[in-house]
């Protein structure tokens, strides 16, 4: 049996500022119940020696070096483009300036 009461619920739901019916506390008395149940039971394992972890399977993340290499320059970059102002491409504006 849950160990919280029609008003544990009602001040929960205040505070998350819930507006809720008398039935639907009396149902969240028991469904808020079997939510901390469950959270009992899974702080009773013994998890001293687990470690935390994100994923439940091994997996590593494949990255390549951060190396400095050559990239285009403005005019390679812009050579193609329709418009062009200042060294940067020119869009049409779409948002007023309001």
Do not use: C
């Not at 494949?62 to 812009?78: C, F, H, I, N, Q």
């Amino acid at each position: 049996m849950s160990a919280l009461s029609r008003d544990d619920v009602a001040h929960l739901a205040g505070l998350a500022r819930i507006d809720l019916s008398d039935a639907e506390l009396d149902r969240m008395v028991g469904e808020l119940g079997v939510i901390l149940e469950s959270v009992a039971k899974v702080q009773e394992v013994a998890a001293d020696d687990i470690e935390p972890m994100s994923h439940p399977l091994p997996i590593t993340n494949v990255t390549r070096a951060d190396e400095v290499r050559p990239s285009l320059g403005a005019e390679v970059a812009l050579a193609m483009a329709p418009a062009q102002e200042q060294e940067r491409f020119s869009v049409p504006r779409i948002l007023a300036e309001d």
